[in-house]
T-cell receptor, first 116, second 110 residues
Framework: DVKVTQSSRYLVKRTGEKVFLECVQDMDHENMFWYRQDPGLGLRLIYFSYDVKMKEKGDIPEGYSVSREKKERFSLILESASTNQTSMYLC???????????????FGDGTRLSIL | RKEVEQDPGPFNVPEGATVAFNCTYSNSASQSFFWYRQDCRKEPKLLMSVYSSGNEDGRFTAQLNRASQYISLLIRDSKLSDSATYLCVVKTDSWGKLQFGAGTQVVVTP
């Protein structure tokens, strides 16, 4: 089974802090993704990465950055946390790279982040 | 307009009954389709992929209608454990990026 591990299930931080969310996958997947999920809005893509040191903006990248120094690890960084970044953050990975292969994404357990 | 739209529900279903719901997508170039299941306060988990000819996995049947740009999920003989939010997911590019619907909530009652 694919295992995607997020570093924290629950996190409480203060406005203005720099926040790091870590994600590790054990299946040698090329693609990794960061989403946030808010009630009524569904999952929204923040950033994704197709390979080591590669990153692409998703639909809502403002206020976030990412780092992928190793294939198995994808970090999400909140440069200066704000209250509107309180949310559930989900990391996912998938195998496909190019083409329209039917490879799904596998998710971590999620991190519930509260910014006070 | 959202790329993937779903009826949020809830669909209240008696145990043992059949429930079906659809999802529409806006990008006609979409190539891959999935249904994910998400339990309350948990991560989404893949329920099934949706193939062009339609496919079945036990009590679950998925259909794709490219002409009308929708996919459907049918659950037969509903169990209490089927209570969850079902996310419609569409892949629109040749890489791994997915578009998620906001989900349809299903509540199976005794």
């Amino acid at each position: 089974d694919v295992k995607v591990t997020q570093s924290s299930r629950y996190l409480v931080k203060r406005t203005g802090e720099k926040v790091f969310l870590e994600c590790v996958q054990d299946m040698d997947h090329e693609n990794m993704f960061w989403y946030r999920q808010d009630p009524g809005l569904g999952l929204r893509l923040i950033y994704f990465s197709y390979d080591v040191k590669m990153k692409e903006k998703g639909d809502i990248p403002e206020g976030y950055s990412v780092s992928r120094e190793k294939k198995e690890r994808f970090s999400l960084i909140l440069e200066s946390a704000s209250t509107n970044q309180t949310s559930m953050y989900l990391c996912a990975s998938s195998r496909d790279r190019g083409g329209y292969s039917n490879q799904p994404q596998h998710f971590g357990d999620g991190t519930r982040l509260s910014i006070l | 307009r959202k790329e993937v739209e779903q009826d949020p529900g809830p669909f209240n279903v008696p145990e043992g009954a059949t429930v079906a719901f659809n999802c529409t997508y806006s990008n006609s170039a979409s190539q891959s389709f999935f249904w994910y299941r998400q339990d309350c306060r948990k991560e989404p988990k893949l329920l099934m992929s949706v193939y062009s000819s339609g496919n079945e996995d036990g009590r679950f049947t998925a259909q794709l209608n490219r002409a009308s740009q929708y996919i459907s999920l049918l659950i037969r003989d509903s169990k209490l454990s089927d209570s969850a939010t079902y996310l419609c997911v569409v892949k629109t590019d040749s890489w791994g990026k997915l578009q998620f619907g906001a989900g349809t909530q299903v509540v199976v009652t005794p």
